[in-house]
Structure formats: structure tokens, C-alpha cells
């Protein structure tokens, strides 16, 4: 995981948010997953060019840096980024977003279409998510301290064995195709970073619980963000063997969204924008979105 040159908190007005910035250039909203936090966010970004992009990157209420206190639903985050908008004198941002980073990212772009010049959402939550019941192992490495130490640990000494575990998690693959999947991310020095990262950063304790406790709660009401009020060009990403988030939200999001694309990702994982064969065009796709002022 790279280090992260001056993070800072601000106290906006609607509360504190942790933040940092990456590059210069067309300012991106970054909004990760759950769990996940700066350091996610941070991971997500580095396909944008540093000469290009402006990745405004922070941790989400209730992770990390971002105290939870009353920020608690999807609208309530919104308002937060444009607060921190407004303390950073940014105007207009492109949006990108992963997974549990989806709600606020919807509602953002509904609440503020006047600042949302474009947005890509990631295998994005459009719709109810409960959380499955996890299994020993999931309880072990997500929900207790001795499994965010052996985690780290398997980062370092076993990293197969950690892409072996994110891969089954994340996705619908099984035998030959998963052997492959697992073989391909490991061969490929980018893709098989981004997978050891993102695993530090899905530890459901600590200075994360907050957090992932909350978006548990979100996540299982129904919502609706006001689909018809998104206006900016919008690129939905999806893979079609994702788990996790499952096709049917991206989906929803396109039916939702007027005049938005849906790039699905065949056998694409939980991960595909950033693991896939088609991983490198996908983003290409992204930043020319992003691109878009």
C-alpha cells in the first residue's frame, strides 16, 4: 500500500472529513467501498494520470479519520463532499465510485447535478445489500484483530493465498476458470497489487467498524436517490460474475439513469474494472468520461 503524503482533516459545514489530494489537474471525487477508507480510495485512483486528474480522495463516515457522528445516511454523505467541495474551492467534480461507495455517489450526483460533470460507478449497491452470512475464515481475517495482523502477514509471506481468498469472495468463478483468474492477477504486477491492497483495507474493525456498522444499516433499506434528477454523463462498470454486488444493481442504475452506458465485463469479478483481461480499456473508458467538463 503506498503511503499517503499529507492527509488532512477538515472541518467542514457538516462535520470533519478526512482527505487528501492526488495530482492536479480535472478534480475526480473518489469514494470507495465497504469497508475500505482513505488508503481504498487512494488504491482506486492510480489509473488516473497525475498530470491529468485532480483525485480528491477521503474516507467515508465512520472510516478512518472520518468520525461517523450524524452523517449517517447516503444523502447525509452527499452533502458532506459538498461541503468538503466547498472548503476546497472545487466547484465541478467527475465522481468515481466502488461497490459500498455507490449510495452516496447516486445521491451526490441527484442532489448536486450543477456540480457532477460526469460519473463512474464501479459495480456499485443501486439496490437493498445484506450482508451474507460469513463463513469462519471471512469472521476470522474481517471481524477480529488477530485476523487484521494475520492478514497483513499473508500480504507479505502468501500473497497467493490472499488473491486465492478475494477471488472466491468476490465472484461466481469456480474451478478451471477460477485457477486461471487466480494465475492471470498473479502474473500481472498491477493487478496483483491492487488485490493485496485493497484486502488491508477490508478489515471490519477498529477505526473501520464505525463505519461498515452503518453502511450495514444503509445498505438494508430501500432507497431511492432520484434517478431522474442524475444528468451527467455516466459510465456503469460491471462484472458479470461479480458476487458481491450483483449485476442486477448495475442494472438498475442504467434503466434509472437517462442516456447513461452500461460496460459489462464478461466472467468479470468483483474486482474486474481493476483485475480483468478488459481491465486496462475499462479504464481508458473511465477517464474519458472523467475527461469530460
Request: proline share 5%; charged share 20%.
Amino acid at each position: 500500500m503506498a503511503e499517503l503524503a499529507d492527509v488532512k482533516i477538515t472541518d467542514t459545514a457538516r462535520g470533519p472529513i478526512e482527505y487528501a489530494i492526488r495530482g492536479t489537474g480535472v478534480p475526480v471525487l473518489v469514494l470507495h467501498g465497504s469497508p475500505g477508507g482513505i488508503d481504498a480510495a487512494e488504491a482506486m485512483s492510480r489509473f488516473l494520470p497525475v498530470e491529468e486528474f485532480q483525485a480528491i480522495l477521503l474516507s467515508r463516515p465512520g472510516y478512518l479519520g472520518t468520525e461517523l457522528g450524524d452523517r449517517l445516511t447516503p444523502t447525509d454523505q452527499a452533502d458532506l463532499y459538498a461541503a468538503l467541495l466547498d472548503d476546497l474551492g472545487v466547484d465541478k467534480v467527475g465522481v468515481l465510485a466502488w461497490s459500498g461507495g455507490g449510495p452516496s455517489a447516486f445521491a451526490f450526483a441527484s442532489r448536486y447535478p450543477g456540480r457532477t460533470h460526469s460519473l463512474v460507478a464501479v459495480a456499485c449497491l443501486s439496490d437493498q445489500w445484506v450482508n451474507p452470512t460469513p463463513d469462519f475464515s471471512s469472521r476470522i481475517f474481517q471481524t477480529t484483530r488477530i485476523g487484521d495482523w494475520l492478514m497483513k502477514k499473508l500480504v507479505a509471506h502468501q500473497p497467493l493465498q490472499v488473491i486465492q481468498g478475494a477471488v472466491s469472495d468476490e465472484s461466481s468463478l469456480s474451478g478451471e476458470e477460477f485457477d486461471e483468474h487466480v494465475k492471470y492477477i498473479e502474473s500481472d504486477e498491477t493487478k496483483k497489487q491492487f488485490v493485496l491492497d485493497m484486502a488491508l483495507t477490508a478489515s471490519q474493525v477498529g477505526s473501520r467498524k464505525a463505519g461498515w456498522d452503518n453502511d450495514l444499516v444503509q445498505f438494508a433499506k430501500s432507497s431511492d436517490p432520484g434517478w431522474g434528477a442524475i444528468g451527467a454523463p455516466t459510465l456503469l462498470v460491471q462484472g458479470t460474475a461479480d458476487s458481491d454486488v450483483l449485476p442486477e444493481n448495475s442494472e438498475k442504475a442504467h434503466a434509472g439513469i437517462a442516456g447513461s452506458e452500461l460496460l459489462t465485463l464478461d466472467r468479470g469479478t468483483h474486482f474486474a474494472f481493476y483485475t480483468h483481461p478488459e481491465s486496462d480499456s475499462a479504464q481508458a473508458k473511465a477517464i474519458e468520461y472523467l475527461r469530460r467538463t
